[in-house]
């Protein structure tokens, strides 16, 4: 199985579905992975903060490392603007080459609310679900399209609960590595306040189970 994954920036990966990419990958799966930007404009944990060219540096880096610990083959980081994906034409070009050229069984990104309505997330949504059907129309044999997802509790707190991210439909066993996320995660919040707030309550709540919504074939 090949898995090609789209994200905005750097941790999304760690934040959504690190533990079930790391699950492929133990069973064989090739993954490959593409970021729009460095987060430059995350909020980070030093005081004062970082100048964003080097939280963009750091970030990079970390991202890097956490790949290599979930078990990516490639990583892409295309070095657009955070915060600029929104006013960017034709993103899905960039996405339908990263498709043709590893040519996956799988595509996951975000869902259409972002699971927390950034617009950067919105942009890869739509720039993703737009690659994908095109490379389905020219004929690349995508099998599968993946959206993050959340539990539907958890979705009215973010107010998506009536978004596919906000109503899972697909629920994966990750007991066996779940730990490669909490690690990854651990690798983000060195600078990033969200991941380190993230790796918290996931220490306090840990997830044997990830939630995805699977938006291609549809579930039956």
Request: net charge negative.
């Amino acid at each position: 199985m090949r898995v090609l994954t789209v994200y905005a920036h750097p941790d999304d990966e760690s934040f959504g579905p690190a533990s079930v990419l790391a699950r492929w990958v133990r069973e064989g799966a090739d993954l490959f992975g593409v970021w729009f930007t460095r987060g430059e404009h995350g909020a980070s944990v030093e005081n004062p903060p970082l100048p964003a060219t080097e939280l963009a540096q750091i970030r990079e880096r970390n991202l890097r490392e956490a790949a290599a610990l979930i078990g990516y083959r490639s990583v892409a980081v295309l070095g657009y603007a955070d915060g600029s994906l929104d006013g960017v034409r034709n993103l899905h070009l960039q996405v339908l080459g990263f498709i043709r050229e590893h040519l996956p069984d799988v595509v996951m990104t975000f869902g259409p609310a972002g699971i927390t309505r950034h617009s950067d997330h919105l942009a890869v949504h739509r720039a993703t679900f737009s690659a994908f059907v095109r490379a389905q129309a020219t004929g690349i044999p995508v099998g599968e399209l993946y959206y993050d997802a959340v539990p539907n509790e958890h979705a009215h707190k973010l107010g998506i609960a009536d978004e596919p991210d906000g109503n899972p439909n697909t629920w994966i066993d990750v007991a066996s590595t779940q730990s490669v996320k909490v690690e990854a995660l651990r690798i983000h919040a060195r600078h990033v306040a969200d991941a380190r707030e993230r790796l918290e309550r996931l220490e306090r709540q840990p997830l044997p189970v990830e939630t995805l919504f699977r938006a291609y074939p549809p579930a039956a």
